[in-house]
C-alpha cells in the first residue's frame, strides 16, 4: 500500500521507544515500562487514557521491539473463536517455537465477560502476554481478575508542548510526513492547534493533513497554513468528555463539589464543560437540586425553592436559554452558606430505624378518623400546637424508650442561626 495514503496520524506513530513523545511519567528513560520494552521483558499490561495519547503506538512499539509473536485484535470486530485460534498458534511449536505470543487488544473494555474469561487462564501461565487498550476506567470495565494479573499504566493528555513537538516532526519529516511538500506553518497556528486539541495527537495531525491537502499552494507551489486556516480545519474545540464514560462522571463530580465549596467560578466552569460536551440540561439541573437540599439544607431554604423553579423553567423554554437557568440556579447554591444537617440527621434517623427496637406510635398522636378508634384510646391527650401561646406545646411526639432523641442539630450558618436558637429554647425548656 502506498504509504501516503495511509493518514498523516498513522503515518508519524513512533517506530522506537526513543521517537515517543510524552508520557515521561511511564515511559521516560528508566521508568519501568521503559526498561520492560527496551529489555524486552513485556509482561501483561493494561494502557488506560483519553483518545490520541499514545496507547496504540505504544503497542506499535513494542511490537516492533518485541521477539516474541505479535497479534493484534480489536474488541469491536474480535470474538472467542479469534482468541482460541490465537491461543492454537502459540501452542503449535511449528508456527510459534517460543511458544509465547504478545496479544494487543485495542478497546478491551468491549470484550464481555466471557471473551476476557477466556483469556484469563493463558495470560495466567504466560502463554499470552497482553496489552489492553482502554479509553475508560480498567479497574469498571475490566475482568477483575485479568486486572490482577497486569500492570495498570495511566495515560495522560498530552501536553502543548508535546502536540508542538510531534506538529513539527510531521511538518519536516519527509520519509512519513508532509515533508516533502512546500509548506510553512505561522508560529501562533501551531500553538493555537497544540492548544486547541485538549492533549489529542491525533486530533491534531488530522488537522494539520487537512489544512495541509485542502490549502491552495502558491504560484511557486509553496503552502501557508496560516491561523484562520487551522482554525477552519479545527472548527471546534475538542473536550475530553463522553456522556456515558467516566469523564461524565468525573466532571458532574467537580461540578457538584464545586458548589458545595462555595466557588461559583468553579461551578460555571464544570457546567459550562457539560453544556458543550452537549449534557442533558435536565440531568444537570437535578444535580442542582440535589445539592441545593443536601448542602445548603436549612441555611438557606430559599435555594432549593430557586433549583426547582429553575427546573421548571428549563422545561418551559428549553435550550439555549435554559443554560441560564441553570447558571443562576448553579450560582445561587454555590454562595448560599451551607449546612448538611437535614441530611445527617435523617442518616442517624434511619440507622435507628434499621439497627434499633423503635418502639409504637404514641397513642394519643394515632390517628381516630373511624368512629370507635377513640374508645380504643387512639387520638386521646393530644395537644394542638396552635391552642398554646406561641403555638407550642410540649409534649411527647416519640415512641416510648426514645423520648429525647436528637437527630437534627443546627449549624449557625445563614437562615439556620435562627432555627438553632429557637430550637435550642424550646428543647430547653
Wanted: charged content about 25%.
Amino acid at each position: 500500500m502506498d504509504r501516503k495514503k495511509e493518514p498523516l496520524a498513522y503515518r508519524m506513530c513512533p517506530r522506537t521507544i526513543e521517537e515517543f513523545v510524552g508520557q515521561e511519567h511511564i515511559i521516560g528513560k528508566g521508568k519501568l515500562l521503559y526498561r520492560m520494552i527496551k529489555a524486552d521483558r513485556i509482561s501483561s499490561i493494561i494502557l488506560y487514557g483519553p483518545p490520541g495519547t499514545g496507547k496504540t503506538s505504544l503497542a506499535r512499539v513494542i511490537a516492533a521491539t518485541t521477539k516474541s509473536s505479535f497479534e493484534k485484535l480489536n474488541a469491536v470486530t474480535a470474538g472467542v473463536a479469534d482468541i482460541k485460534r490465537i491461543i492454537s498458534d502459540t501452542q503449535n511449536p511449528m508456527f510459534n517455537p517460543a511458544g509465547r505470543t504478545v496479544l494487543f487488544i485495542d478497546e478491551i473494555h468491549r470484550f464481555n465477560k466471557a471473551q476476557q474469561d477466556a483469556l484469563l487462564p493463558y495470560v495466567e501461565n504466560g502463554t499470552i502476554v497482553l496489552i489492553g487498550a482502554t479509553t475508560e476506567n480498567p479497574y469498571f470495565e475490566v475482568n477483575k481478575a485479568l486486572i490482577s494479573r497486569s500492570t495498570v499504566f495511566m495515560l495522560k493528555p498530552l501536553e502543548s508542548g508535546h502536540i508542538e513537538k510531534i506538529i513539527r516532526m510531521a511538518l519536516s519529516d519527509r520519509e512519513r510526513g508532509l515533508g516533502s511538500y512546500e509548506i510553512s506553518m505561522d508560529e501562533d497556528a501551531i500553538k493555537y492547534l497544540a492548544d486547541i486539541c485538549s492533549g489529542d495527537a491525533r486530533r491534531a495531525l488530522n488537522a494539520l493533513e487537512l489544512a495541509a491537502v485542502t490549502t491552495d499552494p502558491d504560484a511557486d507551489g509553496h503552502i501557508h497554513i496560516t491561523l484562520e486556516i487551522i482554525e477552519e480545519c479545527v472548527q471546534k474545540k475538542s473536550i475530553a468528555f463522553d456522556k456515558s464514560g467516566e469523564a461524565h462522571y468525573d466532571n458532574i463530580s467537580a461540578f457538584i463539589k464545586s458548589m458545595r465549596g462555595s466557588d461559583p467560578d468553579a461551578a460555571l466552569f464544570y457546567l459550562a464543560r457539560a453544556l458543550y460536551a452537549g449534557e442533558d440540561p435536565e440531568f444537570l439541573i437535578r444535580r442542582i437540586i440535589i445539592c441545593a437540599s443536601e448542602d445548603v439544607g436549612m441555611a438557606n431554604p430559599a435555594a432549593l425553592q430557586l433549583a426547582v423553579a429553575a427546573a421548571q423553567g428549563i422545561h418551559m423554554i428549553g435550550m439555549p436559554e435554559a443554560r441560564l437557568l441553570l447558571a443562576h440556579a448553579a450560582v445561587m447554591v454555590a454562595v448560599s452558606p451551607k449546612s448538611n444537617s437535614c441530611y445527617k440527621a435523617l442518616g442517624k434517623a434511619m440507622h435507628d430505624v434499621e439497627t434499633k427496637k423503635t418502639g409504637e406510635v404514641p397513642m394519643h398522636l394515632r390517628n381516630a378518623a373511624v368512629d370507635g378508634m377513640k374508645e380504643q384510646g387512639y387520638g386521646i391527650g393530644y395537644k394542638y400546637a396552635h391552642d398554646y401561646p406561641g403555638n407550642y406545646v410540649k409534649q411527647q411526639y416519640f415512641p416510648e424508650g426514645m423520648e429525647g432523641t436528637i437527630y437534627y442539630e443546627p449549624t449557625s450558618n445563614g437562615y439556620e442561626a435562627r432555627i438553632k436558637e429557637w430550637l435550642d429554647r424550646i428543647r430547653n425548656s
